[in-house]
């Protein structure tokens, strides 16, 4: 029978346990330098900058069980940007299944970054192999670029990444304004999902409509809805022409569809709800000859955009202390086609001395001058409006109880200033009525060329 020799027996049984013995305690010690070397971060770190194209730094990461990942921050920024894109602060990372679990205690991200973080989310999560993520954020910190305004701060944001049956994501997230909403409150959603575009086997877009292949990526249908929470309008300015011009104060309560392709500025959208605590001097170009102040509300009904250009804009304009100096009053029956109450025609008679007076070179009366310059406190100011490719159609608007005649625009000391007729469809302003109402003087049928008033112009909708 074969049998080994005393001293290889010996020898086979003391390697072995010297292997026995070593073995595990150099597996521990592998892992003590693969997850204990200070240069452990910054090998992480590349190799998830390559793999997201994006400069990635982290910090103190940890695995205390399998499948968990700790980080005590996480920065990412953009290749060769210095401001970074997102921060992130008590990241966690767990595995359980297919599904993947990211739990933040603090993330920090500017407002007008919210495209490109987005559209680099949406790519990423192309290349993430995982079915289902779930995303616990306990304080969300929104601020404005560049130090202007303040920040907006959302709680408890929970949120569900999807994918549905063409492998592409969809998001379902929501959030409160306050740590501890009350138990009926309604959050604010925001879903993101694939439009009737459809994706083919092969990864080609294919329209819906008739199964044609098309070769540019699928549009997503951004909605957004707060329909008992007030949120800042600042959130909106990456999405909705013009209002990054509203004032911090401005809140939305609504609801916001965005429809947005490859091609961001080729996006569309359409939104109704209200805007309150609207700052009236917003609602006026930078220098423009005229002043008005005061708190307004709009009711928009209808509100439609494509790229950065309006369609339409219906709804209703209320005011709160609202005031005007005699500048703006006079350019209303001049632009709008409003008729002018017997407190205006004073204010009129008092500009047109004045006038006359300057041009036979003579300084005007006091009395002339200050009833021209002066602020003139409107007890009622509100309309309803419809501005589309058509036309501008401004029509009064009064409260039910309300004594003034029916036609009132504005007055002053519950007496009619400005009258303004409803405007039939065939005989619309032209929509750069608006646009000469508030840059243009009264008077000269110019505007001035200015990059306000430009700007102004471009989210005109183009005439038929």
Not at 84 to 105: A, Q, T, W, Y
Not at 124 to 130: D, K, M, V
Not at 222 to 242: C, R
Not at 329 to 354: E, F, N, T, V, W
Request: charged fraction near 20%; include cysteine; aromatic fraction near 4%.
């Amino acid at each position: 029978m074969f049998s080994l020799h005393e001293t290889t027996r010996k020898r086979t049984c003391r390697t072995a346990f010297f292997a026995l013995c070593l073995g595990p305690t150099c597996a521990t010690a592998a892992w003590i330098a693969d997850h204990h070397l200070p240069w452990r971060d910054a090998a992480a770190a590349r190799r998830l900058s390559d793999r997201y194209h994006l400069d990635v730094t982290l910090a103190d990461w940890q695995d205390p069980r399998p499948n968990t990942t700790r980080l005590a921050a996480v920065t990412l920024a953009e290749p060769g940007h210095a401001d970074p894109l997102l921060k992130l602060n008590g990241f966690e990372s767990r595995r359980r299944g297919d599904s993947l679990i990211l739990s933040v205690n603090e993330a920090t991200l500017a407002i007008a970054d919210l495209p490109a973080l987005a559209a680099r989310i949406a790519w990423s999560l192309y290349r993430t192999p995982a079915a289902k993520i779930e995303l616990h954020i306990r304080q969300l910190v929104l601020s404005a670029s560049a130090g202007n305004g303040n920040p907006v701060t959302l709680h408890r944001v929970h949120g569900v990444i999807e994918r549905d049956q063409h492998d592409a994501p969809r998001l379902q997230l929501i959030a409160h304004l306050t740590a501890q909403p009350a138990a009926d409150a309604r959050p604010i959603v925001l879903a993101v999902a694939r439009s009737a575009a459809l994706t083919s086997g092969d990864g080609k877009s294919v329209d819906a409509s008739n199964g044609a292949e098309k070769r540019e990526a699928p549009a997503h249908v951004v909605t957004l809805k707060t329909q008992q929470h007030a949120l800042p309008v600042a959130l909106l300015a990456p999405l909705v022409p013009g209002v990054a011009a509203l004032n911090d104060g401005a809140t939305f309560t609504g609801v916001l569809t965005w429809h947005v392709g490859a091609n961001v500025a080729d996006a569309t959208g359409n939104l109704h709800g209200r805007l309150a605590a609207v700052d009236l001097a917003g609602m006026l170009p930078r220098n423009s000859p005229h002043l008005l102040t005061g708190i307004a509300a709009v009711e928009l009904t209808d509100c439609r955009w494509h790229g950065a250009q309006f369609q339409r804009l219906a709804g209703t304009l209320t005011t709160a202390s609202a005031a005007a100096n005699g500048s703006l009053l006079m350019a209303a029956p001049i632009y709008l086609g409003c008729h002018p109450g017997d407190a205006l025609k004073s204010i009129q008679a008092a500009a047109a001395r004045a006038a006359e007076e300057r041009r036979a070179g003579r300084e005007p009366a006091e009395e002339d001058a200050a009833q021209v310059a002066a602020n003139h406190q409107l007890s009622h100011f509100a309309c309803r409006f419809n501005l589309d490719a058509a036309g501008l159609a401004i029509e009064p608007h009064l409260p039910a109880a309300s004594t003034l005649p029916a036609d009132t625009l504005a007055a002053e000391s519950d007496q009619p200033i400005l009258f303004c007729r409803p405007i039939v469809e065939a005989a619309r302003l032209p929509a750069v009525a608006w646009l000469q109402f508030i840059a243009s003087p009264p008077g000269p049928w110019w505007i001035p060329y200015t990059p306000a008033t430009l700007e102004t112009a471009r989210r005109l909708p183009t005439p038929q």
